[in-house]
C-alpha cells in the first residue's frame, strides 16, 4: 500500500487491459477512477474491483465528455495524481499506404492521439499545480518507427507512433515540475482488441503501464517508452 492518498483515472478502464491495470492499482492502494464511455460498465467494473474503484462516464474523443468528467472527477477526489491514457481503437481494413481510408484514420486518431492529449490538456494543469503527476501513454510496438518495416494497419500504427511523439514533447514541456510522462507497450494481450490467440494475459499486459503510472517519489524517469519494463526504441 505504497501509493495510499494517490487517485488514478484510467481511460477505457472498465473492460480489457484498462481493468486489468485499475484493479492492480487499487491493489497497490490507489484509489481509481474508472473511465468508460457508458456509465452502467464503470459501474459494474468497479464493483468487480471493489471500493477504492469509482466510476466515471468518459468519452475521450468528446472535449465536452472530458471536461466534465474531470470536473466530476476532481470534485469527488479532490484531484488527479496518475492519468494513464489507456482508451484505444484499432479500425483499419486491409487498405496500406499509399491507398488511405480517411474515415477510417480520422477516428482513429480523434481517440489514439487527440483523446490521450484532451485528457492531458485538462488534467495535467492540477498536476503541475500539486507538483506531482504520472501520466503513462499506452501506446503499442506497432507505432515505434524503429519497427515500421511495412505499411500493415496504418491509421493504428500512425496514432501510436503520434502518441509516441505526444509524449516525448509533454514529458520536455514538463521537465522540473514533478510531473512524469512516459510510454507503455503492454504488448500482445487477450483483449477485445488483441483477440483471444494472444499470448499473455492482461496482467502481464498491465505491469508496464502500472509500474510508470507507480514510479515513486523522486524518480526522474520521463519522455520514455518501455515494453516488459525495458526501453524499447522509438
Ligand atoms: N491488446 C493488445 O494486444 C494491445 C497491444 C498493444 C497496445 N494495446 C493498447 O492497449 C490499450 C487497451 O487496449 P485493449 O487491448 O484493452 O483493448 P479493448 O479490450 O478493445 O479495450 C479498449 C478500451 O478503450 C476504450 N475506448 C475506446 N474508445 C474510447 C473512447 N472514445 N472514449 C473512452 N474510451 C474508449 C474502451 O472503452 P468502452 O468500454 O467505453 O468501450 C475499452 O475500455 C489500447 O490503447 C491499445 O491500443 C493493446
Given amino acids: ?4 492518498g494517490r487517485t488514478a483515472l484510467v481511460t477505457g478502464g472498465a473492460r480489457g487491459i484498462g481493468l486489468e491495470m485499475c ?3 487499487a491493489a497497490q492502494g490507489l484509489r481509481v477512477l474508472v473511465g468508460a ?7 459494474e467494473a468497479c464493483r468487480a474491483i471493489g471500493p477504492a474503484a469509482l466510476p466515471l462516464a468518459l468519452d475521450v474523443t468528446s472535449a465536452k465528455s472530458v471536461t466534465e468528467a474531470v470536473r466530476e472527477a476532481t470534485g469527488l477526489t479532490g484531484g488527479i495524481d496518475v492519468l494513464v491514457n489507456n482508451a484505444g481503437v484499432s479500425l483499419d481494413r486491409e487498405l496500406r499506404p499509399p491507398y488511405v481510408d480517411e474515415d477510417i484514420l480520422r477516428a482513429t486518431l480523434d481517440t489514439n492521439l487527440t ?7 485538462v488534467v495535467v494543469p492540477g498536476m503541475v499545480e500539486a507538483g506531482y503527476g504520472r501520466v503513462v501513454n499506452v501506446t503499442s510496438s506497432y507505432g515505434s518507427l524503429a519497427l515500421m518495416d511495412s505499411g500493415r494497419h496504418p491509421a493504428y500504427r500512425i496514432s501510436k507512433a503520434s502518441l509516441n511523439a505526444l509524449t516525448r514533447m509533454l514529458a520536455a514541456e514538463l521537465s522540473g515540475t514533478g510531473v512524469l510522462v512516459n510510454a507503455a507497450d503492454p504488448g500482445w ?3 477485445g482488441m488483441g483477440g483471444p490467440s494472444a499470448p499473455r494475459g492482461p496482467a502481464e499486459g498491465a505491469d508496464t503501464p502500472v509500474w510508470l503510472a507507480t514510479l515513486p517519489e523522486g524518480d526522474e524517469t520521463t519522455g520514455r517508452l518501455f515494453a516488459d519494463r525495458r526501453p524499447l526504441p522509438w
Avoid at 1 to 4: D, E, L, P, S, Y
Avoid at 115 to 121: D, T
Fill in 115 to 121: 483523446g490521450a492529449w484532451r485528457m492531458a490538456e
Fill in 1 to 4: 500500500m505504497r501509493h495510499g
Fill in 189 to 191: 494481450t487477450r483483449s
Fill in 23 to 25: 484493479r492492480q492499482l
Fill in 37 to 43: 464511455r457508458g456509465r452502467e460498465a464503470a459501474e
